[in-house]
């Protein structure tokens, strides 16, 4: 069973930039896909960015494009997600999940979550 460690999170200000990372271990290449969601309280969780492990081929939400970059090791055991010129609307939990060949903003066709990092935009 795939376990997944989310890290990076923190309390930044505003136009500050962090860093999260998603580690996987107990993994299989049967799960080709790491994805990032984040939630924030009263709002529904929303899908980011995905990334293919072994290929690299990544998807980006509307609200990602342009302004988060996911990215992975050489290993592709850890998937990161670069969040640069954040602002108080990013803040909210960081999940990451994987999946066996779904890439996209569907919750429901990951598998497998880690616990999530918090980020936190303010003054």
């Known amino acids: 069973q795939v376990q997944l460690v989310e890290s990076g999170g923190g309390l930044v200000s505003p136009g500050g930039s962090l860093r999260l990372s998603c580690a996987a271990s107990?993994?299989?290449?049967?799960?080709?896909?790491i994805g990032w969601f984040r939630q924030a309280p009263g709002y529904e969780r929303e899908g980011l960015t995905c990334?293919?492990?072994?290929?690299?081929?990544?998807w980006y939400s509307n609200s990602a494009k342009g302004r988060f970059t996911i990215s992975r090791d050489d290993a592709r055991n850890t998937v990161y997600l670069q969040m640069n010129n954040l602002t108080p609307d990013n803040t909210a939990g960081y999940y990451c999940?994987?999946?066996?060949?779904?890439?996209?903003?569907?919750?429901?066709?990951?598998?497998?979550w880690g616990q999530g990092t918090q980020v936190t935009v303010s003054p």
């Open positions: 107990g993994f299989s290449s049967d799960f080709d896909v």
């Open positions: 999940a994987t999946s066996r060949l779904y890439c996209g903003n569907l919750h429901q066709m990951y598998d497998y």
């Open positions: 990334i293919y492990r072994s290929n690299g081929n990544t």
